[in-house]
């Protein structure tokens, strides 16, 4: 008992780091987390539309699928049986979802931003 909750603490520890890291990441557009996060219900729409081409649902699905695994009780490498290199798996997936998190929502905000811009204009 004392174990799943140790793991299940870990694993609540684990995407708060994606929340961190997404958060410590300097944007080029100077994006917070809390923008990103609350840019994501937008680019899923817009995406489902086929207004914003740049992510597709794929993507998304993965990114979704990428916070269920961190989550998760199942475990492709188990902690309890191969100790640290069991929590190798977490950090992958936790840092492709940080990267991919930062990359996508940066873009959608960025498009967002311009989208009303005029053809060929220049925006700066």
Known sequence: MATTTARRT???RQLAA????ASATESRAGHRLGARL???PRLVRAVRRGDYAGADMVKLSMMLGAVGYV???VDLMPEALLAFA???DDALVIAWLAVTLVRVTDDFLDWEANRDAVPGEVIR
């Open 10 to 12: 870990l694993r609540w």
């Open 18 to 21: 994606v929340g961190a890291a």
């Open 38 to 40: 609350a840019a994501l």
């Open 71 to 73: 989550v998760s009780p």
């Open 86 to 88: 069991g929590m190798a």
